[in-house]
């Protein structure tokens, strides 16, 4: 089985090490193209896989096609693509906001579609990824392409209706704990923590207390009660983020991100 990789930069070649690693393919049957030759370079030198001049090539060599491309090039790459592809490959597109019957719309012709919203802490093997499918894909394609999508981040299938709000949720949201985490960090260093220790302090907070909401099953209202002793200094912390709006601005900007999401 060939996989190809249209776009070679930090999402896709987190895919790449999470496949390699797995050991799915071996790294030279995955094929890559990107527009920057220095890219494709640096993928072939950490990956060993198979770099591509050509769009087109890897289109027409691979059995499963990963779209790792930014939303804006997706018309333009489709249509320079959209004659190679062969009838049974798999094409899986990681763009948000591009729903399947537009994909669909650029290829013209019947094709087997797989859209997902990965996340950036892919990266480090602890991805989440919201999946869908179209009526062309197989059950045991759509297996294929969940253990591939398993091997860098767990896979969660869901509606096409809902890929928005993955976005909201899941895609984008890491940008909002890292503002949390150095928000955090930030109050320590003003009370004279030295910076490094205090980003290792905040960051390992949000790790374990994310791990306690998966492994114990208890709402996260639970847990946050569990911590909050009665006229404690946590309870005096959560009075003002709650007179903050913290919960709200969370929900606002959450709410904003689906939106600018659907409008793409």
């Not at 393919?25 to 896989?49: H, M, R, W």
């Not at 499963?64 to 790459?77: A, H, N, R, T």
């Not at 928000?183 to 949000?206: L, S």
């Not at 009665?230 to 709006?245: S, W």
Request: aromatic content about 6%.
């Amino acid at each position: 089985m060939k996989i190809g990789f249209i776009g070679l930069g930090n999402m896709a070649t987190a895919m790449i090490g999470g496949i390699i690693k797995k050991e799915l393919v071996k790294p030279q049957d995955i094929l890559g193209s990107d527009g920057s030759s220095e890219a494709t370079g640096k993928a072939v030198k950490n990956f060993g896989i198979t770099g591509m001049d050509s769009n087109v090539k890897v289109a027409g060599e691979s059995d499963v096609l990963f779209l790792s491309i930014k939303p804006q090039v997706y018309e333009k790459v489709i249509t320079e693509i959209k004659n190679s592809v062969k009838e049974n490959t798999v094409i899986i597109s990681i763009a948000p906001g591009k729903t399947m019957e537009w994909i669909e719309g650029l290829f013209e012709g019947k094709i087997k579609l797989v859209r997902c919203m990965p996340n950036t802490p892919a990266l480090v093997g602890e991805g989440c990824t919201g999946v869908c499918f179209n009526p062309a894909v197989s059950e045991e394609e759509k297996s294929k392409a969940l253990e591939l999508i398993g091997s860098f981040s767990k896979a969660i299938e869901v509606a096409e209706y809902l890929m928005d709000v993955v976005v909201g949720v899941s895609g984008s949201s890491p940008a909002y704990v890292f503002m949390f985490i150095e928000a955090m960090a930030d109050a320590a260093v003003a009370d004279g923590m030295p910076r490094k220790q205090a980003y290792e302090f905040a960051a390992q907070a949000v790790l374990g207390s994310a791990k306690m909401v998966l492994e114990t099953g208890k709402h996260p209202g639970e847990l946050k009660d569990m911590v909050c002793s009665p006229g404690g200094t946590t309870i005096a912390a959560v009075k003002v983020l709650e007179e903050k709006g913290f919960r709200s601005a969370v929900i606002e900007a959450q709410c904003a991100c689906v939106e600018k999401s659907r409008s793409l």
